[in-house]
C-alpha cells in the first residue's frame, strides 16, 4: 500500500514537498522495486516525472530537471520529490510509483 502526501496550492516560484510510504512490504523488497513519480493533467497522459532505479539511478523529465529532486529513505521505505520553483505548468495530480503499484495522488496547484 502506498500513501502519498504533501500536495498543495503554491504561487510560481514556491517549492513543495511531496512524500509517498510504502507499508505492506520488506525492506528488501522496497530497496529493489524502481519508485517514482509521475503526474497527469485532465486529458492527458501521465508521465514520468522522476524515478529511482533499484541500482540507484535517477532519471528526471526534461521539464523538472534542476527543479525537482527525488530522494528514498530505506528505513522509513519512503519516497520524497522535492519540487523547488515550481511554474504554472507543473499543476497536476501526481502518483507515486512503487514497482507496478500506484498511489492514490495528490493535487498540486501552482498559481502564476
Known amino acids: 500500500q502506498l500513501q502519498a502526501s504533501g500536495g498543495g496550492s503554491v504561487q510560481a516560484g514556491g517549492s513543495l514537498r511531496l512524500s509517498c510510504k510504502v507499508s505492506?512490504?520488506?525492506?528488501?523488497?522496497?530497496?529493489?522495486?524502481?519508485k517514482g513519480w509521475y503526474r497527469q493533467v485532465p486529458g492527458k497522459d501521465r508521465e514520468l516525472v522522476a524515478s529511482?532505479?533499484?541500482?540507484?539511478?535517477?532519471n528526471y523529465a526534461e521539464s523538472v530537471k534542476g527543479r525537482f529532486t527525488l530522494s528514498k529513505d530505506n528505513a522509513k521505505k519512503s519516497t520524497y520529490l522535492q519540487m523547488n520553483n515550481l511554474k504554472p505548468e507543473d499543476t497536476a495530480v501526481y502518483y507515486c510509483?512503487?514497482?507496478?503499484?500506484w498511489g492514490q495522488g495528490t493535487q498540486v496547484t501552482v498559481s502564476s
Open positions: 505492506g512490504t520488506i525492506l528488501s523488497v522496497f530497496w529493489s522495486k524502481t
Open positions: 529511482i532505479t533499484d541500482s540507484g539511478e535517477i
Open positions: 510509483l512503487f514497482g507496478t503499484s
